[in-house]
């Protein structure tokens, strides 16, 4: 994932990854990228690096140019292909990702602290309903399937320009995460609408989830989680 901020006063403004695809559209997929757009600002950070070491970068006109992680390309560009009021569409020549922006209804207030830690949830869908347990670097994760096993993803938490984001490795997937008194909503952001997910804390018998912890922790010991 990708924190990227770029001057233009007109599309100020805090948006969010879509998708991405070829541009001769031959595969498509979603991906975890933030975009904030604000006055003379431009800075790019990876969830999984330093974020007070960030990337390179510049801009000319309408053209973004930063750091490739291709070793063959010292940059990578892309122009600014579409922007309208709620989305935005970035394209070169090899692939074109189309960003949306965020309604600052889903902001979070100053007094809004995300705790999730040590704590068991259930997260439901219309579709399962999934039991969580944060702990401070990976949650365990079971659906109510009966054929489902307990799962140790990693999760983090980041804050940009007064949106909270969840990420959860194992549905690679980012989330504005709000709290509304002692409740979290979790939205996940699509082309053409906002899907709301219930994230309510509950009560329930840990000791299977403490077998488990301690299992992850040791493998993480060995270096094989």
Known sequence: MIFLIYSNKKSNGTYIGVHKYYNDKSFKWSFDEILVIENLKFQVISILTNPEIPEKHFTIGNTI???SNDEYSLTKTFK???NNNDSLVLKNTLETKLFRKLPDS???KNNDKIDLKNKLFELKTDSFIDTLFFKNDF???KSNQPDRKWESPFWELKEVN???FLF???FSTLFVIVKNKNNYFLYKVLKDRIIK???NEIIGDLTEINKIIKRVELMKEKNVW
């Open 168 to 170: 959860t490795g194992d």
């Open 139 to 141: 949650y365990l994760r």
């Open 65 to 67: 140019f930063f750091k």
């Open 197 to 199: 997910f219930e994230l």
């Open 162 to 164: 007064e949106f909270k």
């Open 106 to 108: 889903l902001k979070s």
């Open 80 to 82: 600014i292909a579409h």
